[in-house]
């Protein structure tokens, strides 16, 4: 009978282990061993590297001596970038300025190792870099020239110096080079936007959108996204690569100021507004604790924690270090939880920009600047609606610190919420104008005609479908405008003129099918006076803004589709529903009146069958009223309602 013999694995080395116990958290071992191996072989570049990232690792004082570990590790060898890396980890954990020198100079030395090794790059574009930085960093990614991603992000840089004439031919070089990646067009129609070569810069624009579901640097988003809303925002994380085309397409035909213009000067006027904040406002203190944590900024006062602060105080320049005081010691105290939790960070890090950067992109110039000192300032901005105040101050850090926004009178908390969550052009929409709108099957029955009736302006309006493209365009003055597109929701965009002044909407509309075959009834018209039943006539007596005189007939219009013929006829039951919003008391809303207007039709064959009504004047009280159109296909024993219609009786 054979023997079994059962053999232990070797034990593993101790750098092995040491690695080992690291991984899985096991830091006072993993420290043992590590320390071990470090006085055996205290020249041994690897060694010094993983006792540096064990105390790394260690709670916040580790981390000084892990910068001097990793430091003798880096000048031991001069060609791994990984104790270099690392370095740079213990400056971003550090934060503050003397972790952010720390971080620059480990991230720098990683990159001019390996450009490409790990996260470098990334996280070396999180640090504050003015144009000396920026130029240190070029001349370090000169040297790996020839490696695309170093190529494009030194280009990049380039395009931030303004150095155009210089990147535009390393740029080019990659787009021939690499033509289904979209970064290097991006960057270039960034450079020819920002010199106000738009029409150069918007074709190179729409050629890299086209290549969007290759961008994996996301590259085209990082440009944009400083002027998102958070629903853009949401959207973008789940719409995967095959949807960032569509989604940046519609984010800009949404911002279009002017659709009559041949190019939607809205993007130029972003790029250039982004270069103009950086160049003013850049983050200075990025490794600022105010930025990593919510609990900081609550103690501050920050806009995320609405607390306000004395405009004398911050005048004589003391407010800031007093409150960044009782921060110090609210954290030391264990009350303001960890500095450093996940998912605190503010978007002042995502743009580097500090809060009047982010302020000046979205909104451009403020109407009215007022400087107090070197450490606060107050803009306005007038709209239609009144003006919007914001000031800010000096907070993030002791005595000094990044500009951020500090509520200081009433109103201003609500309006820096909407300042930093809204965007808008510089051509201002001065003029405000109404609209309704109706939709009807096409004559084919493939498509749905959408009629729109603003009030007395020149007007213009385009459908955008959800891949961004335009779907239907008319222009018309003092006459309904017609689009005519496949059912399916779409972005509306209309502008109205009227003496010198212009106004815009801009929303989404859905457009219901209409087929031959299924009950539907159309969207419901209504006019006033002695008007004929038919679509034509009543598109044309359309009343502006449904206001309606009460003291003339009031004509109400539909088209029924799809209703079942038997014996050459159509048999169906029609039912108004006239809705009227009741005064109400205290304020309090009063219950509302209904007034039903029932009939039993049979009519010859028709599809669509049109359905009319004239109500004499002083059947309906004067009022609001919400007016909806049932119908009851008789032979087949199907319903269908119309869309609801708002109109007023005056």
Known sequence: MALLTLQQAPPAAPPALAESLLLAGKLQPALRLAEQQARAHPDDPHALTLLGRIRLAWPAFGRYQADTLLTRAAALDTADPEPCYYLGLVGLKLAGDDGEAIAR???GCAIARNPDYRDAWALWTTLYRDAGDRSEMVDILTRHGGSPSADLWRAGLMVELRRYDEAAPILESLARARPDDPAPRAWLARALYEQGRDSEASAMYDQALAHACADTGEVLWHQVRSIATPGERSAYAVAGATGREALLRVFWASRNPDLAAPLNARVGEHFRRLAKAHRLFALLHPQSRYHHSRARRTVLGGLGAPSGIDLEAI???????????????AVAAGVAGRLDAPGEETENLEDGLDDRGRVLVRQGEPDERSVWSGDAETWRYARPEGELQVTFARRTADGGGDEVVTPVVAGEYAAAQYLLSTDRPSLAATLRFSFWPAAFRSDTGHATELVLFPDQVRAIAALFDSTGREAARDSATDRPLRLLAPAGRYLLALDADRDGRSGRFRGTIPLPAYGWDS?????????????????????????????????????????????????????YDAVYRFERAGGGFLGLRARSHVTTIAFNRERAEANPAIETLVIDPGRLPRGHYRLTLETHDTVRGTRAASAALEFDLR
């Open 105 to 107: 100079r480990g991230l």
């Open 315 to 329: 005048r004589a320049g003391i407010a800031g270090q007093r409150q960044a005081r009782v921060a110090d010691q």
């Open 519 to 571: 009950l539907a009834v159309s969207s419901l018209l209504v006019s006033s006076g002695d008007v004929a039943p038919q679509r034509p006539a009543l598109e044309a007596a359309a009343p502006p803004a449904l206001r309606l005189p009460a003291d003339r007939p009031l004509r109400v219009y539909a088209e029924v589709y799809g209703l079942t013929a038997a014996g050459g006829a159509v048999r």
